[in-house]
Structures are given as C-alpha cells and as structure tokens.
C-alpha cells in the first residue's frame, strides 16, 4: 500500500502565509511526479502546482508568484509554501504523486485525504 499524509492547513487572514506538507510512506520502487490539487465548494478540482523527479515546476496562474512547490525526496515529501492568501485561495487542498511500486511495472497515481485551507477576508 502507498499512503499520502498531509499536514499544514488551516485558517489564515488575507495575506498570511501556510505551508503545506505531504509525506508518502509504505512499499514503493521510486516516485515521480508530485502536485497540489484543490477544490472549493461547488467547484472542480483543479491542478495549483507541480513537481517532477528532476524539479522542473508548473504553477497555475492563480497562484504563479505567490506559491512555492518544493520536494525533499529522502523524506519522500512534497511541500506548498503559500504565501500572500486570499479568500479565493479557499478550497481543500489534495497531495498527488505519481508511484512505481516495483522496478519494471506501470506508475499510477495517490492522492491524499485533503486538508481544509481557509483565507477570511
């Protein structure tokens, strides 16, 4: 089994700051790909940010300038730093990874339980 821990979320002001953390633990070969989704209320979930194995990121416009995707792959962590919230940035915030549990099969990928982040005005 391939799990997906994630901590970090919360509720900030306009304007502060959150920092996001998912750690995947259980039995696997490598990871590649690792990302943030979200989804607010009545809305589809969609891509904020992603990792490759190499680093090369991909950040939506939303969030471009003002959020940091970041891994730290001893711990098999990826990280979102957020900085400079606004109430729009509201939404649970989904952990995504792209796992090879065995050397010479197929990736799939995980995701997350969620974490609630919520930005008042």
């Known amino acids: 089994q391939v799990q997906l821990v994630e901590s970090g979320g919360g509720l900030v002001q306009a304007g502060g700051s959150l920092r996001l953390s998912c750690a995947a633990s259980?039995?696997?070969?490598?990871?590649?790909?690792m990302g943030w989704y979200r989804q607010a209320p009545g809305k589809q979930r969609e891509l904020v940010a992603c990792i490759t194995s190499g680093s090369a990121t991909i950040y939506s416009d939303s969030v471009k300038g003002r959020f940091t995707i970041s891994r730290d792959n001893a711990k098999n962590t990826v990280y979102l730093q957020m900085n400079s919230l606004k109430p729009e940035d509201t939404a649970v915030y989904y952990c995504n990874a792209d796992v090879r549990r065995r050397y010479g099969t197929p990736a799939y990928d995980y995701w997350g339980q969620g974490t609630q982040v919520t930005v008042s005005s």
């Open positions: 259980g039995t696997f070969f490598s990871i590649n790909a």
